[in-house]
DNA sequence: GTAACTGCAAACGCTTTGCACTCCC
DNA sequence: GGGAGTGCAAAGCGTTTGCAGTTAC
């Protein structure tokens, strides 16, 4: 999603336009790893240095209700923020809490048919799976 | 899940049997729609009136580690505490935050296949469908 | 010009922690 | 009798809220 994608849906939303917003968005948008609040302050305060948490949260919130992302809780005591809307697994790392995204056609013809047995087709769903990634299998051994 | 054989468990990990922690388990055991602790707090504070939230929240933790419970965290605020720890999805209503476990045999055999494409066992999963449940569907018509 | 947005700080809600008292074993 | 468990209250922590100052349009 490019710039001038992100500004069409702030103008069909009649929201404005600003610095700290496609900042977010652009950062959200543009990564895998489903990363919280605070990460993303981190990540955009060398480069904005006056951007506040507040503002952060508020323009997810944002997002999540024009449905460009979607929270997401773990066992952990922070919110994930996945730009990813469609199905798809979320892969966990159990030790380090890295996460990313598992899409294969096998998931979605899988998923279609318990969909059909159910009866009704879902708002939303959520598929993780919980393992030891490569980086924290080596640290152990 | 009868009372002596939440007796033993707790023997055979060297905690004290106390009468907190029985009522607790037996009332998490038997329910299937995840109370939070909150729930399980109000639920039993009229049989056991001077059992307090720090309690419930202690054992709540060390059922975890016994691999009894599970805890879910969806987009409420609150903490939720699932004791099925077979495969199975969670059922949840967006509109009230009720929630229910669907088991079937198909979803036992899509899960092995997707599994089966992973290469790996994964150590844990959690399968979430949000929907909206009758009762919410009729409040609003 | 003005309504929306930002940044700051205070408030909030759930969970965890610490500690003195109590009770199981 | 001694150590684990309980109950209470305080602390912790991520998130939300309120508000004065600022900015997009």
Chains 1, 2 share one sequence.
Not at 16 to 45: E, G, M, N, W
Not at 94 to 101: H, L, V
Request: charged share 30%; hydrophobic share 35%; glycine share 4%.
């Amino acid at each position: 999603m490019d710039d001038q994608e992100l500004i069409n849906i702030f103008r069909e939303n009649r929201l404005k336009v600003t610095t700290q917003r496609l900042a977010i968005c652009k950062f959200i948008v543009s990564r895998a790893d489903h990363p919280s609040a605070d990460q993303i302050y981190h990540a955009l305060k060398t480069d904005y240095p006056t951007i506040s948490l507040g503002t952060i949260y508020k323009t997810l919130g944002l997002l999540e209700e024009l449905g460009l992302i979607q929270k997401l809780r773990f066992n952990e005591s922070s919110i994930r923020y996945d730009p990813d809307m469609e199905l798809h697994i979320n892969m966990v790392c159990s030790k380090c809490g890295k996460i990313y995204d598992y899409k294969a056609d096998n998931v979605k013809k899988m998923w279609d048919s318990i969909i059909l047995d159910l009866g009704f087709k879902p708002k939303r769903q959520r598929i993780d799976i919980y393992y030891e990634c490569d980086d924290c299998k080596e640290i152990e051994s």
